[in-house]
């Protein structure tokens, strides 16, 4: 491997400052990220059908569910995010539009029963 123009390194040097990740560990996280997210749309919709939210205040509902979820994922990882995901993108995006799926399948049903 070459020395990539740091003067006075060694490549063992370079080797120790690059971060390694265990790819069974960040898919391990994906999906705990992807659990979390799927669980919290399907509590919010619930909750905003209860509520009995209609048109922009449901949606509203949704992104500031998503917003504490995303605020509890990097507080779980201690906001030390790059220890356990390769970026604070993951934490933040990662799953934000697939669980809106389910946050409108269960803001319907019971905003419909009740």
Do not use: C
Request: hydrophobic letters at 45%; charged letters at 10%.
């Amino acid at each position: 491997m070459a020395n990539l123009g740091a003067p006075g390194k060694t490549d063992s040097d370079i080797t120790d400052e690059l971060p390694t990740f265990n790819v069974e560990n960040m898919q391990n996280n994906a999906k705990i990220i992807y659990y979390s997210r799927t669980f919290m749309s399907i509590i919010g919709g619930v909750i905003a059908g209860i509520l009995g939210f209609t048109g922009l205040t449901g949606f509203i509902l949704y992104f500031l569910v998503m917003a504490i979820t995303s605020v509890g994922l990097a507080a779980k990882a201690g906001f030390s995010v790059h220890s356990y995901f390769d970026g604070w993108n993951r934490i933040i995006l990662d799953g934000f539009l697939g669980g809106l799926l389910s946050f409108v399948l269960f803001w319907t049903y019971p905003y419909d029963v009740s």
